[in-house]
């Protein structure tokens, strides 16, 4: 995470006009990325650049260019100066004191329902606290949200944010959709199909003659239908596989925001109920947060499922 205090030295703070100093206490707009004293932030009650959130407006600093901005952390060396503003409103530490907390979620959001404050949902949160915090203030006025995320890494984004309980639910479904793939009338048809591919191709890359080309490609069409019209089951799983796989993902894309805000309002009320007022902040930030780990054992356990099943069906 790079040192907002080495960032924005020689930048002017909007609402006082003053050139912000090395040991000023800076915080960021996480809409735009603009940087305020935490004083003025708080007395202005929002970003001095609010007006221009709608025409998509992002900040950018004047005394260094953007490439030379981009080696200041090394493992966001391909982000903007935009991206890298809102990694900053992330906390980093685990001694999380209120003082230090960025104002922006308490004094733009206050309370996302009855005693889900927006700030204990985002230092929980924590990665991308600025768009899941958005995210969930919609969903409490009762709109559709999306995660593209979950959809596109659907089961991997359940673990990845800690939501293991409803992960392994998607897990299972993921796995026996997955599955369907091992029995031995789609092997049979996806065998079949990938030797159709492959003389397609050849005669693609061989030097017949337009009327060759197309006469030899009429045969193995004909042969493809005819293998699929014998093997319908298979053709009946594969499709229906397909099916399952987009409907699982548009289903997950539509209700992961929800699933994830249930379970950060179920843990808040833990993590409240099993803390004193003065660590109550620092148990949200360590039990919240992702995990990698999970992921990756998740990845690991899938791949040893298939290596089994595929064993297990090509010894029939």
């Given at each position: 995470m790079a040192d907002n205090k080495f960032r924005f030295t020689n930048e002017k703070c909007p609402v006082c006009n003053n050139t912000f100093k090395h040991d000023?206490?800076?915080v960021v707009c996480p809409e735009c990325g603009t940087p305020h004293h935490r004083e003025c932030y708080i007395e202005n009650k929002s970003c001095a650049n609010h007006h221009k959130h709608s025409e998509d407006y992002r900040w950018e600093p004047t005394f260094v260019s953007l490439e030379e901005a981009e080696t200041v952390n090394s493992?966001?060396?391909?982000?903007?100066?935009?991206?890298?503003a809102i990694d900053m409103t992330e906390l980093s530490y685990p001694n999380i004191q209120s003082d230090k907390i960025n104002p922006f979620f308490r004094e733009y959001y206050g309370d996302l329902e009855e005693e889900v404050p927006a700030e204990d949902v985002a230092i929980f949160v924590r990665q991308d606290s600025h768009r899941y915090v958005s995210n969930f203030h919609s969903i409490a006025n009762g709109k559709l949200t999306w995660n593209w995320a979950a959809f596109f890494?659907?089961?991997?984004?359940?673990?990845?944010?800690?939501?293991?309980?409803?992960?392994?639910v998607i897990f299972a479904i993921f796995l026996l959709i997955t599955s369907i793939s091992f029995l031995p009338p789609v092997v049979q048809l996806n065998?079949?199909?990938a030797s159709f591919e492959t003389e397609i191709q050849e005669i693609t890359d061989s030097d017949k003659t337009e009327e060759e080309y197309q006469a030899a490609l009429l045969e193995i069409t004909s042969e493809m239908s005819e293998t699929i019209q014998k093997n319908r089951t298979g053709a009946i799983l594969v499709m229906s596989q397909s099916v399952a796989s987009v409907v699982l993902s548009i289903l997950v894309g539509l209700n992961a925001n929800k699933w994830y805000y249930k379970h950060i309002k179920s843990q808040l009320k833990t993590i409240k109920t099993e803390s004193t007022s003065e660590n109550y902040k620092n148990n949200l930030f360590l039990k919240g947060g992702v995990s990698y780990g999970s992921a990756f054992l998740v990845v690991l356990l899938e791949k040893a499922i298939f290596m089994a099943l595929e064993m297990l069906f090509s010894a029939f």
């Open positions: 000023d206490d800076i493992q966001s060396k391909e982000k903007s100066i935009y991206q890298q890494f659907t089961p991997y984004w359940f673990f990845y944010r800690k939501l293991h309980k409803i992960g392994a065998t079949a199909l």
